[in-house]
């Protein structure tokens, strides 16, 4: 479910406009997008920060204008405390959209059975989706992560037609043993003998003192 901002137009500009309005507990917007002409608005702050609470990527606008926006970027004051201006890009239900998604861990994982430790690596995700199924997470399932292997972002669990726009192959959820990396814990293979080095140019090098 959306959540709903009543908004207001605003006629000011610049940084003593923009004062004014978060002493009335106001917090300055522009609304663009789909060709038509950016309005300047301004939303209660209690509103924004329902929405942030609630992980609201799109949002329905009501008052002076009607219509549905992506929060496309949200700026806060210096102590991350207070909202200080948000952007809306007007969008439709079928637009597809790209969006960064908080990644939830679920599921037991056996790999800390053998002393590996769960490290979420990539703590949100960047999909692509219509703006009418914005998830308000995705999920990785370490009920299958072994100890040494990691979760990629190809593994991740997307619904409503959403996918992936970060690079396929990136890594999300490690299982590993503090200190240790992933290519530490893999098990050779053959019992052949990894070749050190330097070593075999030391080698040939006594060799070759010797026919001397």
């Not at 009335?24 to 929405?51: F, M, N």
């Not at 002076?64 to 992506?70: E, G, R």
């Not at 692509?128 to 009920?143: K, L, M, R, S």
């Not at 992933?182 to 060799?207: F, S």
Request: with cysteine.
């Amino acid at each position: 479910m959306s959540d709903t901002f009543e908004v207001s137009l605003r006629n000011g500009k610049g940084s003593r406009d923009s004062q004014r309005l978060r002493r009335q507990g106001l917090v300055p917007a522009i609304l663009y997008g789909h060709g038509e002409k950016s309005v300047s608005l301004s939303a209660t702050c209690e509103a924004i920060k329902a929405a942030v609470r609630h992980g609201s990527r799109v949002v329905n606008l009501t008052g002076a204008v009607k219509t549905s926006a992506l929060v496309r970027e949200l700026q806060w004051d210096t102590y991350g405390v207070e909202p200080i201006h948000i952007d809306f890009l007007r969008v439709s239900a079928s637009d597809r959209i790209r969006v960064k998604v908080p990644v939830h861990v679920k599921g037991e994982c056996p790999g800390q059975r053998a002393g590996g430790l769960v490290n979420l690596v990539m703590h949100e995700v960047e999909l692509q989706c219509t703006a009418d199924h914005v998830p308000e997470f995705v999920y990785a399932n370490v009920g299958h992560l072994e100890l040494g292997h990691t979760i990629k972002v190809k593994d991740l669990e997307l619904l409503h037609g959403a996918t992936p726009a970060a690079e396929l192959e990136e890594t999300v959820v490690t299982c590993l043993i503090p200190g240790k990396k992933a290519e530490e814990l893999a098990t050779p293979t053959g019992g052949v003998e990894p070749e050190v080095i330097g070593r075999k140019a030391a080698e040939e090098g006594e060799a070759e003192a010797g026919k001397e």
